[in-house]
């Protein structure tokens, strides 16, 4: 059981739901990102996603992309974010996941990546562009070294993904409220309920919403019907927004704590 499992248990033992944060690693540098870890933690933060900056993000909206440009720039790679993974466990005990597309992943070498990611204090991997019937050698290796495997479900999932997804998926399910790139949207869909009940009733796993969540009312309805809520967009942006300032993070930190209070109870 890793940190993402012990994390869920905890929060079910406390009526709580997860408060799940995503930030692109490098933005605006590596030293802030740490920082922000930490503080996104002193803020409520349950579970933090480092995203792994690409030059082909294809289902990152123009928040992210812009990030991930600009992290890039800085000289951001792979070996940089799990060394700094790395020092954060002296730190913190905060379950931390990589999401990332296959490409580093490949370029690293499949196997080499877990065992890199777990020496560093990685608890999960979410690879938006790896299908599970192109990663059975990825998902077996990963399980057996205690790297969870976050998969994705969508709106247009069908009955029979649903439960393939449900079989292979370690950590939580991350479920795509809308279709389309991650972005702040101005309503949710409105199927949401709908659609998390179906995943329900296959798994007992934690099921996530992400993608157009920007501000406390969507997540506050996210949250009665899912296991938790992923903050990305919103938070870059206010990221984006501040990135001159000397006070970046406790401005980032105060956005963050908006989020928390309406994951505070179990409202299912």
């Known amino acids: 059981m890793n940190r993402i499992d012990k994390k869920f248990i905890e929060l079910k033992k406390k009526n709580k739901k997860a408060f799940i944060v995503f930030i692109t690693a490098?933005?605006?540098n590596l030293a802030a990102t740490a920082k922000l870890v930490l503080e996104l933690q002193d803020q409520g933060a349950d579970i933090i996603e480092l995203g792994v900056p690409f030059s082909d993000p294809l289902?990152?909206?123009p928040v992210i992309q812009a990030a991930s440009e600009y992290s890039l720039k800085k000289g951001t790679d792979l070996v940089k974010i799990?060394?700094?993974?790395k020092k954060l466990?002296?730190?913190?005990d905060l379950p931390i996941c990589l999401m990332t597309y296959y490409n580093p992943v490949f370029c690293f070498g499949d196997r080499h990546f877990v065992d890199q990611a777990i020496a560093a204090g990685v608890d999960?991997?979410?690879v938006p562009d790896l299908p599970p019937e192109e990663a059975k050698e990825f998902t077996r290796y990963a399980n057996n070294k205690g790297l969870a495997n976050i998969c994705f479900l969508a709106p247009t999932s069908s009955l029979a993904r649903i439960k393939t997804i449900s079989k292979v998926a370690k950590?939580?399910?991350y479920y795509v409220s809308l279709t389309g790139v991650t972005g702040s949207r101005k309503t949710m869909a409105a199927d949401l309920k709908t659609n998390l009940a179906k995943i329900k009733r296959v798994t007992r796993k934690p099921v996530c919403v992400g993608f157009g969540i920007s501000n406390a009312a969507q997540a506050?309805?996210?949250s009665k019907i899912a296991d938790?809520?992923?903050i990305g967009s919103a938070i870059v942006n206010k990221i984006r927004e501040n990135i001159t300032r000397r006070d970046l993070v406790r401005r980032v930190g105060n956005f963050a704590r908006r989020f928390t209070a309406v994951c505070t109870k179990r409202l299912n």
């Open 124 to 126: 999960g991997v979410i």
């Open 89 to 92: 466990r002296i730190h913190t």
């Open 82 to 85: 799990l060394d700094l993974v």
């Open 26 to 28: 490098g933005y605006p």
């Open 171 to 173: 950590g939580f399910i």
């Open 228 to 230: 938790g809520v992923i």
């Open 220 to 222: 506050r309805r996210a």
């Open 59 to 61: 289902a990152d909206g």
